[in-house]
């Protein structure tokens, strides 16, 4: 039987376990990728294992998120990893240089390798052929130390793609359609595989968006082959020598297949508040808008930036509306200079940003009240803006420059002819952003420094007998990592610092949870399903950590969440029976009984409601690794022990 490219890249990496649809396995991870706004803490925690050198082939550190600075926190962050990563063997990536993984796709992703990053987008080197996963950023230590990263091996969706894009149709429009398809719900636990004849219509950062945006099915990563036109990218990209051929076996087995032609996809938006919330822009109408995003990792390579300036060349950003547009990377940004298209952008009147998140994350551009917004990001949960009451659509970038002009959500097609846009046979390259690390033999000599606002993982213990606690706090399905701990301007400067984050904790949800957990002392919370989908941010669990919650309580969990939970010494418990998430209130006192022999021999756990007098079983399907993690007290204190 054949084997999917997915399987051939996942068998050749196994260290640990056997490749068997929904069992553990451990592989080796041949480059990491961190980014400020999670990368303090895993510096922090790499510092803590101990390892002097990084022993991955290639690890680099990007600063990209928190760049507003508006104090001392962001930048004194900047300081530290950037001191840490010549130390210990890591490249930096400095401010201005771009977003992580567009520069790691323009610089140093590699078809056939493994690759995990400390940020749900990770993904977006599968547009590479890479294996390329979001992971906490614990996890990321101990990948950067030599150890192997755990998932559950996956099941395997096939997207078939044919035909071609329809002209003014994009990859945006592409992943929309899936989502639409499958849900924010429906990749976790696979990976999403594309093949058929419809790939090799599609460039490398086209095929980039795709994967980038699979983060947003909960799939564990998303890959395409790597074929001719992965191999013209590296070699514009003068990297021609790290190309090899890769795809699935004609016969390969896949768990589920979707069929998709290119031909018949059209222009797209996701409506809030969530990215699978789609529909075709000709059942949405022509909307008036106030607020046009152009960027972030999903959509800002030099083809992207290419048709919004062909759209805004010679027109005049409509009135009502402020457009802002961040190119990706400073290659990127370079190349639209020297073309002139940056003129043309400057010209319409677009609001240029530096090469980084911003808006994406809430880092400035928040939309006016109730504001209407078109982003060509991939994520629009509510608030995640910074304007509460904002209604952000997730768009293509020929929708979002179109839209600009006019005033009104507005169908790229009614542009009529468009001409080719190719990829140049040549990016200029440039690296003299990327730092690299001091020789293994001058490590000594390099002084980390540290900032008043990087404060210490927070301390875990062993796990104990029992847990005897209220419920202090319940919520519903699909809640967010931006709704556990947000992000945005206000509260990204405090990522290194988690007692101060802390005080943000679901603040979203409830703005007296963080009082009321840390006045309880211990507590449990309850969620429905896909609880923690979104961002790989382990300040989701840390923070509750912190605050002294030892259980969250489900009837579902995103992948990366669960993990970060597990990785915190927090019970990551399920619902046998759903209907009793029905049964619990918050305040209702809590009871659970025998954790360690439970753990251990990975029995049910019974939750005794006491202050309603039942109990309901929990499930907690834990590897022998996760069990030990647990029972240790957190991926810390396990690897401190077994380093
Ligand atoms: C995001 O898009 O939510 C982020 C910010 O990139 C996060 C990481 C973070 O929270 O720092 C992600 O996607 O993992
Ligand atoms: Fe940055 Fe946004 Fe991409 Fe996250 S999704 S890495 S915040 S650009």
Redesign the pocket.
């Known amino acids: 039987m054949g084997l999917t490219l997915t399987e051939k890249i996942l068998n050749a990496h196994i260290v640990e376990g056997k490749p068997e649809k929904g069992t553990e396995i451990g592989i080796r991870i041949d480059q990491t990728l961190t ?1 400020d ?1 999670t990368g303090t803490m895993a510096y922090l925690e790499f510092e803590a294992i101990g390892v002097p050198r990084v022993k991955t082939e290639k690890s680099v550190a990007y600063i ?2 928190n760049t507003l600075q508006s104090g001392f926190e962001n930048a004194d962050d900047h300081r530290f990893i950037g001191s840490i990563a010549k130390k210990h063997g890591i490249y930096f990536s400095r401010p201005g240089n771009g ?3 567009q520069v790691h796709l323009e610089r140093f992703g590699i078809p056939g390798k493994t690759l995990i990053g400390s ?3 990770t993904p977006t080197g599968g547009g590479l052929g890479m294996i390329a996963i979001g992971a906490g950023g614990l996890d990321v230590a101990v990948a950067m130390g030599g150890g192997a990263y755990y998932i559950t091996y996956p099941k395997i969706v096939n997207v078939k793609l044919t035909g071609k894009l329809s002209p003014w149709c994009a990859a945006k429009d592409v992943i929309l359609e899936v989502l639409r398809r499958l849900s924010v719900k429906g990749g976790v636990g696979k990976v999403i595989e594309y093949t058929g004849s419809g790939v090799a219509t599609l460039s490398v950062p086209e095929r980039a968006t795709i994967t ?1 945006m699979g ?1 947003e099915l909960g799939a564990t990563t998303s890959i395409f082959p790597s074929d001719e036109v992965t191999k013209e990218f590296l070699k514009a990209q003068k990297r021609e020598e790290v190309w090899t051929p890769l795809s699935a076996d004609e016969d390969a087995v896949y768990d589920e297949v979707v069929e998709i032609n290119l031909s018949e996809i059209e222009p797209a938006a996701a409506c809030p508040h969530s990215p699978d919330n789609v529909k075709k822009l000709s059942e949405i109408g022509e909307m008036k808008i106030d607020q046009v995003c152009i ?4 959509n ?1 390579s030099l083809l992207d930036m290419m048709k919004v300036a062909y759209i805004l060349k010679g027109k005049t950003v409509h009135p009502d509306v402020s457009l802002s547009i961040a190119p990706g990377s400073k290659q990127v940004l370079t190349m639209l200079a020297e073309n002139g298209a940056l003129s043309d952008m400057i010209a319409a009147g677009a609001r240029i940003l530096e090469s ?3 808006p ?2 809430g880092m400035g551009q928040s939309p006016n009240s109730g504001g209407i917004s078109l982003r060509t ?3 629009n949960f509510e608030g995640r803006s910074g304007t509460k009451d904002g209604q952000i659509y997730l768009v293509s970038p020929e929708v979002a420059a179109l839209s600009a002009i006019t005033g009104v959500l507005k169908d790229p097609r009614t542009l009529g002819d468009m001409p080719e846009f190719n990829l140049p046979e040549e990016f200029l390259i440039n690296d003299n952003m990327v730092e690299p690390p001091a020789p293994a033999t001058d490590m000594d000599s390099v002084e980390i420094l540290r900032g008043p606002n990087i404060k210490p993982f927070p301390k875990t213990s062993p796990l104990k007998d029992e847990i005897n606690c209220a419920c202090s706090l319940k919520v519903g399905d699909n809640i967010t990592t931006d709704h556990i701990m947000p ?1 945005g301007a206000k509260i990204l400067p405090l990522r290194s610092n988690i007692p101060a984050i802390s005080k943000h904790c679901f603040t979203v949800c409830d703005a007296s949870f963080p009082e009321r957990a840390e006045a309880l002392g211990e507590s449990i919370i309850v969620g429905g399903a896909n609880y923690g989908q979104g ?1 790989s941010r382990e300040h989701a669990a840390l923070a509750p950590l912190h605050l002294g919650v030892k259980a969250v309580i489900t009837k579902s969990f995103a992948r990366i969440h669960r993990s970060n939970l597990i990785n915190a010494g927090i019970l990551p418990c399920t619902f046998r029976n759903e209907a009793d998430y029905d049964k619990i209130k918050e305040g209702d006192s809590l009871s659970i009984k025998n954790l360690i022999a439970s753990v251990k021999e990975g029995k049910d756990l019974i939750l005794e409601n006491k202050t309603k007098g039942e109990s309901y079983t929990l499930s907690l399907e834990l590897s022998d690794r996760a069990k030990a993690i647990i029972l240790a007290g957190g991926l810390l204190a396990y690897t401190k022990e077994n380093f």
């Open positions: 980014q706004a990209d998120h977003i992580c993984h940020d749900s987008h980038n983060a960027g972030s990792c999903t800002s980084a998140c911003g994406c994350i990001f991939n994520r992000a961002s």
